[in-house]
């Protein structure tokens, strides 16, 4: 709170942008906003702007290769863009390239586990904004990564939370992509997130809505659905989390 007081936040986000292709600074500084944006309302207030934004941006559209760069701009980026009341940090970082950027971070760097968790997570936030959101992240092949970083990432209950939200979210608008998904697999990698992870609410709430809006009128799906024993995880979710809407 002492460096917050100081003015660290303003020093930070001048660094960042006055430095935009030193990979060094760009890492070091965005690590350092994450922590100091998290630390008070008014730091929080600093940080939350649209041209830090697009800063951090033009930061990981430099130095594309270096995975810190990308995991912690993504993680200051998630922080500011879910957190964020104002829809100046949304446009900006849509109109400055922010999906397609995120999604190729996600694409090249899979080792980095808090890239991969925050990434989801603010991707998720960005297209239940607006359809126009939605149909750019699907025509930058966005079902496909999101189902390969489930398949990958096991392990990251986050990554399989987020990958679940995002395929609702999708499935539920398009009939042609419910069938998409469903052929890519996607109704099973859903029902084993389910099966691994029955203890977390949030996990049986975003997987469950996803085979809700997977199986709506698409028969194929539901013969999937009913292959993956997806009854008996409905069952064993409501068992598991009676208190829960």
Known sequence: ERAVAAGAVDLVIDAIRMHPASAEVQEHGAAALRLLADATEDSFACAARADVVVALLEGMRLSPAVVRVQAFAVAVLCLILCDAETAECAEAFV???????????????????????????????????????????????????????MHVHKSLVRVQVYGSAILHDVARESEGLRGKIGVLGGIELVARALRAYIDEVSMQECGLAALQALTFYCTENIEAAASAASIELVIAAMRAHEAAE
């Open 95 to 149: 109109s400055h390239s922010g999906l397609s950027l995120v999604v190729e971070a996600l694409r090249s760097h899979h080792s980095s586990a808090m890239l991969q968790e925050n990434g989801y997570a603010m991707l998720r936030h960005i297209i239940q904004q607006h359809p126009i959101n939605r149909e750019s992240f699907v025509g930058l092949r966005g079902v496909e990564l999101v189902l390969d970083a």
